[in-house]
Each structure stands twice: as structure tokens, then as C-alpha cells.
Antibody, heavy 115, light 108 residues
Framework: QVQLQESGPGLVKPSETLSLTCTVS????????WSWIRQPPGKGLEWVGYIYYSGSTNYNPSLKSRVTISVDASKNQFSLKLSSVTAADTAVYYC?????????WGRGTLVTVSS | EIVLTQSPGTLSLSPGERATLSCRAS???????LAWYQQKPGQAPRLLIYAASSRATGIPDRFSGSGSGTDFTLTISRLEPEDFAVYYC?????????FGQGTKLEIK
């Protein structure tokens, strides 16, 4: 069974860059799309973007100027960088496999933006 | 951007009853590119339905999806205690891939 695990700092200062990595185990990162979705505490889900294993990306326009998703196939990982964060970026960040109906998700990691 | 509106916001039912959840899109969702997810507190969403009406692997047949264009429905035929959760629809026919705001299914 494919497993995904998010990792990265749980606390980021305002105006800095949020960086998260998703490690894929029991399966190859090749030949799939890989997504990031976030959920502010007590609120609904927001699609952040996805990357194909070859490197092509699609981002939410509301975040496009600040977000970068990359893939490292040699490590079976993909990553999220979100720059110039504010308190509004505080959320649980999920990584998931697939872009159109994700059937494998990580457990999520809470990132708090605060000084 | 396609806006998905889910109704009702909260649905109060008893185990054994039938649940009908609605997801309405602000414009037509191409190729029925719509999914439904279930989320329980502290857990990641779980995919229930993709392509509007196809059940994901391992999903019980009491869950069914229907609809096309701008109107979609998730039906749970006979509620089990473990079905009480929040349900989200998501469209991926047009970028950005938006989610509905969710329907909370609670025990009456």
C-alpha cells in the first residue's frame, strides 16, 4: 500500500518561506501526479497545486506567485515551497497522489505562521 | 474559477436513514470531473467517488454518486454509525481544482 508522509517545520515566521517535503513509500513517484492540499484550522479544503513526475506543474492562481512544487524522483519525494507567508497560510498541509481524485493521502502536518 | 456550493451545510439524520448531499457548480464541470471525499476529525480526507459516479476502491456500495453538468449528488443509502463525518466535493475539470465548503453529517 502506497504511503505518503509530510515533513517540515511546524512553525514559520511571517514573511518567511514555508517548506514541506512529502516522502512516498511502497511505491514509485514515477507515472503519477502529486498534489498539495491545505486546510486552515476548522475550515474547508483548498487545492494548492500539483506536479507530474516529469516536472510539469499546475498551481492555484490565488497562490501562484508564491508557490513552487518540485519533485526529486531519486529520493521518491516531492516538495512544496510557499514564500512570504502570513497568518492566513496557517493550515494543515496534506500531500496526496493524483490530481483528479486523490486516493492516497498523507496524514497532514500543521504549519503555524507566527512570530 | 468554478465555485462549488454544497447543501445542506449540516444534515442531521439517524443510523439506518438515507442521506442525500448536493453539490452545485457555478458552471458546467467538464467530463463529469467531480469527486466526493469523506473527512473525519483529525484525519485526512478519504476518496469515496470519482468521475461523479464511480466508487473508489474499498468503498461500500451504500455510497453512490450521480449527476452531471452543474448538479451532483452523493447518496448514502443506509447510514452506518461510521458515516457521520464531513463530506466534500471537488471538481477537477477546470483549473483551479476547487472544493465545496463541505456538508457536516451529524447524528440526530
Amino acid at each position: 500500500q502506497v504511503q505518503l508522509q509530510e515533513s517540515g517545520p511546524g512553525l514559520v515566521k511571517p514573511s518567511e518561506t514555508l517548506s514541506l517535503t512529502c516522502t512516498v513509500s511502497n511505491g514509485s513517484i514515477s507515472s503519477y501526479y502529486w498534489s498539495w492540499i491545505r486546510q486552515p484550522p476548522g475550515k474547508g479544503l483548498e487545492w494548492v497545486g500539483y506536479i507530474y513526475y516529469s516536472g510539469s506543474t499546475n498551481y492555484n492562481p490565488s497562490l501562484k506567485s508564491r508557490v513552487t512544487i518540485s519533485v526529486d524522483a531519486s529520493k521518491n519525494q516531492f516538495s512544496l515551497k510557499l514564500s512570504s507567508v502570513t497568518a492566513a497560510d496557517t493550515a494543515v498541509y496534506y500531500c496526496a497522489r493524483g490530481a483528479s481524485g486523490s486516493n492516497y493521502w498523507g496524514r497532514g502536518t500543521l504549519v503555524t505562521v507566527s512570530s | 474559477e468554478i465555485v462549488l456550493t454544497q447543501s445542506p451545510g449540516t444534515l442531521s439524520l439517524s443510523p439506518g436513514e438515507r442521506a442525500t448531499l448536493s453539490c452545485r457548480a457555478s458552471q458546467s464541470v467538464t467530463s463529469n470531473s467531480l469527486a466526493w471525499y469523506q473527512q473525519k476529525p483529525g484525519q485526512a480526507p478519504r476518496l469515496l467517488i470519482y468521475a461523479a459516479s464511480s466508487r473508489a476502491t474499498g468503498i461500500p456500495d451504500r455510497f453512490s454518486g450521480s449527476g452531471s453538468g452543474t448538479d451532483f449528488t452523493l447518496t448514502i443509502s443506509r447510514l452506518e454509525p461510521e458515516d457521520f463525518a464531513v463530506y466534500y466535493c471537488q471538481q477537477f475539470g477546470s483549473s483551479p481544482y476547487t472544493f465545496g465548503q463541505g456538508t457536516k453529517l451529524e447524528i440526530k
